[in-house]
């Protein structure tokens, strides 16, 4: 029989090839399709009486990245729709769909001939827990293979089998680790982990598979073996006495709460290890179907994969606009940013000419990337060679003729408007008419600096974040003039360097830096009532943001919220700021030289290393201090995640963001804005905007006017409308 995503090769020793190859597509995934066809090729291969094992691989450079975010999407809008209608018969409905999977490898793990899973790069999710009902894993020892089990990271868990076999092949511990984190494993820790049986060289890999069989491999799991035991011994041990009263504790330090698939993993573990494997596997689907009905997982799939996936694939980028290969790339200004810039242009495999004002500046620019590179040979993730190649890549001059075969000029130099014209001017007087220049610019609009150029419509703002090899965000800014090629350029090279970008239209701080200071500026009100400092940094980091406002500020530079506050006063007038805040950061700045982390003083002392960071003391002394017990740490939660989502629910009625995905994923992305709500705008999808407005006024009359909501909320409110129904995403790409 002849499969539409597979081939199945039976050779003379009776071992059958099944290799997963899907037409058109870079990645396998499973589709409805594929458990069908899969579920067919387990009946043909048991009914061959010539078969005496099987042999499962892929045709890709990868073995897989799991599930099909069709095939999730379609189980969401099933229930969805059905939930409405009998919620009842929805649930029943989603079980029996979510219980498909694990039925599928369930049949194949009992079918009674040996199948052993031969992984060759990636295996992800569904994969590896379809590797994991195999008798036999053999995996290549190529640096490209990695196994993981991510579902965590999108508000899922493994839901095929994964909880069960994992904690019944390595210890519980290693288990919960595993799959709370969703952390990747390189071939050789999975096998230390007894996740595979063996690893070898990549052109040994379905020999060795096949050899297993060969050998004998018998066609049951341990767990279907008599009198078999779980690593550990289970959970009526001393170790488990040790491992389970700490592991809900250590789970609530690490989530605070959050995350519900995350704690549905430890219930499966805890209470599937307690009774037989196919009892097991009926806990986790009721966990999985459950933890599917949540709002944390509906927006998580939603921003962190779907809209992520579609971002990335440039989703905003113009119709009808070719594909620009980049053959080079100019850097403008040699400094903190622009150096990583070239770095990660170059680790992409394009050319960069880095310039700076001297050669010797240029030069210096291009150690930044030497520094990196030794970076990651150290850590293994690179080999001399790739490492001497990249550098290659890196081409320092002071000459601006060198820009003259350029795709695209990025300038990273001073943020002065005065700079940053004569950089434009120079880089114009030799850019080829087909080039596109960019402005990494994070303050100065992009419609006031393209005046600087004769060809504005070709002039857009790539913004990126530091550390530029860490964050993966790039918002792309679109200033009055410029045109659709300049955004398919700018959005192909973001695409290149393996970044997600947002399209935003320009404003003061874009979108990313607006709310950041919103969330930095509600600590300063903190501050300024007298909440202890170390309690705002906690209820920032329970209510899901990674790291606390005051620690970022820290971060960013106290002295650069004191130039942006004056910068504000001096372009919008003195009612522009809080008087309170200007005094507060002047104080910091001006009294205490309390500059953040550049100068090891900001709201936290840094003493030299290994010694960690810790609060200033002084700032119990700047106001009258509240007792702890007389503060609400569930409204300072709120008050955090209100004051950002409104900012970024103004970016969208101002016309700056105008698609829901790029608010979210911009807000996750750019600042980690907690992302078991799904970003900024799924956060106020999430509980109604009806609620939202509620929540808004309530903290309005206690905390100030700028949690008043807005018109837009108010309308919304009043029409029962969504951000994701009114802003549809998919209407503005159909009507496009
Ligand atoms: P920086 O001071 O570290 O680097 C600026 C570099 O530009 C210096 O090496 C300087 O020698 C060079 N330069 C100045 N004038 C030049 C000229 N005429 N020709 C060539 N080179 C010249 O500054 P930075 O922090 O890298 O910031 C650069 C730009 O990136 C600014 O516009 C800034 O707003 C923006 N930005 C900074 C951050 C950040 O976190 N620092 C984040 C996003 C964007």
């Excluded at 011994?233 to 389970?244: C, R, V």
């Excluded at 290659?392 to 000029?409: C, G, Q």
């Excluded at 009532?529 to 329970?542: F, L, Q, S």
């Excluded at 799924?682 to 006017?705: E, N, Q, R, T, W």
Aim: proline share 5%; charged share 25%.
């Amino acid at each position: 029989m002849a499969y539409a995503n597979f081939t199945v090769e039976t050779d003379a020793d009776g071992i059958a090839l099944v290799t997963w190859d899907m037409p058109g597509k870079s990645m396998n995934v499973f589709t409805a399709e594929v458990m069908d066809e899969l579920n067919a090729i387990i009946d043909a291969t048991v009914a061959d009486a010539a078969v005496k094992g099987v042999v499962f691989t892929s045709g890709k450079s990868s073995f897989s990245g799991g599930a099909d975010l069709s095939m999730i999407k379609s189980m969401f809008s099933l229930y969805q729709d059905e939930k409405a209608k009998d919620p009842a018969a929805a649930a029943q409905k989603l079980f029996n769909l979510v219980g498909r999977m694990t039925g599928l490898f369930r049949k194949l793990e009992t079918c009674g001939k040996p199948w052993v899973s031969a992984i060759n790069g990636t295996c992800m999710g569904g994969a590896f827990e379809l590797s994991l009902a195999c008798h036999g894993r053999v995996a290549s020892s190529a640096k490209s293979v990695k196994i993981a089990l991510p579902e965590v990271k999108v508000g899922l868990f493994p839901g095929a089998g994964g909880t069960q076999r994992v904690s019944r092949l390595t210890d519980a511990q290693s288990a919960l680790q595993m799959m709370t984190t969703g952390q990747s494993l390189t071939a050789a820790r999975a096998k230390a982990m007894n996740l595979v049986h063996q690893v070898v060289e990549p052109d040994q890999l379905v020999p060795a598979a096949k050899q297993m069989i060969k050998d004998g491999l018998k066609p049951v799991a341990p767990w279907d073996e008599k009198g078999f035991k779980a690593p550990g011994g289970g959970i009526w041990t001393p170790a488990a006495a040790q491992l389970w009263p700490a592991a809900p504790a250590i789970l609530r330090r690490e989530t605070s709460g959050n995350y519900p698939a995350a704690l549905a993993i430890l219930k499966c573990v805890y209470e599937g290890l307690q009774v037989p494997f196919d009892t097991g596997l009926k806990i986790e689907q009721r966990y999985f179907t459950h933890v599917l009905q949540t709002t944390e997982a509906y927006s998580m799939i939603r921003s962190l994969f779907i809209s992520m996936q579609e971002l990335g694939k440039g989703a905003r980028r113009p119709a009808g606009q070719p594909k620009t290969e980049l053959k080079k790339v100019g850097v403008v200004g040699a400094g903190f940013m622009g150096a990583s810039i070239a770095y990660v242009t170059a680790a992409a495999g394009i050319p960069v000419t880095l310039i700076d004002r001297d050669i010797e500046a240029a030069t210096k620019g291009k150690g930044v990337g030497e520094g990196l590179v030794k970076d990651s040979i150290g850590k293994g993730r690179m080999t001399q060679d790739e490492g001497a190649a990249l550098l290659s890549r890196i081409t320092p001059s002071a000459d601006y003729s060198d820009l003259k075969d350029a795709d695209l000029v990025i300038e990273a130099v001073f943020e002065d408007r005065e700079v940053k014209k004569a950089v434009i001017e120079a880089v114009e007087a030799v850019l080829p008419p087909t080039a596109i220049f960019a402005s990494n610019t994070s303050t100065l609009p992009i419609t006031g600096l393209a005046k600087n150029s004769k060809r504005p419509a070709d002039f857009i703002g790539v913004h990126f974040f530091s550390p530029v090899e860490k964050m993966m965000l790039t918002e792309v800014i679109l200033g009055k003039e410029t045109g659709d090629r300049a955004i398919a350029v700018a959005l192909d090279y973001v695409a290149a360097i393996k970044k997600t970008p947002i399209v935003v239209n320009d404003t003061r701080g874009f979108f990313v830096n607006r709310c950041v200071f919103r969330y930095i500026h509600e600590a300063y009100d903190m501050l300024i009532e007298g909440v202890p400092a170390a309690m705002i940094e906690n209820a920032a980091k329970m209510a899901g943001m990674p790291v606390g406002p005051l620690a970022l500020n820290d971060e960013v530079a106290i002295d650069l919220s004191y130039k942006i506050l004056k910068a504000t006063v001096a372009d919008l007038g003195e009612k522009a700021v809080d008087p309170r805040h200007m005094q507060l950061v002047t104080g910091l700045v001006e009294r205490e030289g309390r500059l953040g982390r550049k100068n090891s003083k900001g709201f936290y002392d840094y003493p030299p290393k290994p010694a960690k960071k810790s609060l200033w003391p002084g700032l119990k002394n700047l106001y009258p201090q509240k007792k702890a017990d007389d503060v609400d740490v569930n409204v300072l939660k709120q008050r955090f995640l209100v004051t950002i989502a409104l900012e970024a629910a103004r970016t969208i009625e101002e016309g700056i963001v105008t698609d829901p995905r790029e608010a979210d994923v911009g807000s996750i992305l750019g600042f980690g804005f907690a992302p078991y709500t799904g970003g900024a705008l799924s956060y106020i999808d999430g509980m109604g905007v009806k609620a939202f407005v509620d929540l808004c006024d309530k903290l309005a009359a206690a905390y100030g006017p700028h949690f008043q909501p807005t018109a837009l909320l108010k309308d919304m409110a009043a029409k029962g409308e969504t951000f994701y129904g009114r802003f549809d995403p998919y209407r503005v790409v159909k009507a496009a």
